[in-house]
Nanobody, 125 residues
């Protein structure tokens, strides 16, 4: 079973950047598709991005396209989410999640059986 730990969150001004990391332990990350989700206070959890186990396929929600980039370094057992041109509406707790791959990338939280505890991202206006 894989354990996931997110890091890299923090407070940033609008227009700034952050890079989130999702580090895995317990199992090699190279056998898992990985997704990022976020949940803003008082709102439902939403899909942000996903990457296939090889890194060859990616998927983004519309609000992330052109601003966020998901990548992975299987040698370091880590997946990244580079977030640029951040907006106040990006404020949320960001979670990474994993499921055994390869499968068609999905935006369903319930498809990813392994989840981290989240990291807070706050974007000030």
């Amino acid at each position: 079973q894989v354990q996931l730990v997110e890091s890299g969150g923090g407070l940033v001004q609008a227009g700034g950047s952050l890079r989130l990391s999702c580090a895995a332990s317990g199992r090699t990350l190279s056998t898992y598709d990985i997704a990022w989700f976020r949940q803003a206070s008082g709102k439902e959890r939403e899909f942000v991005s996903a990457i296939s186990l090889s890194g060859s396929n990616t998927r983004y929600t519309d609000s992330a396209k052109g601003r966020f980039t998901i990548s992975r370094d299987n040698a370091k057992n880590t997946v990244y989410l580079q977030m640029n041109i951040l907006k106040p509406e990006d404020t949320a707790v960001y979670y990474c999640a994993a499921r055994m791959g390869p499968k068609i990338l999905t935006d369903s939280w319930f498809a990813y059986l392994y989840r981290g505890q989240g990291t807070q991202v706050t974007v000030s206006s």
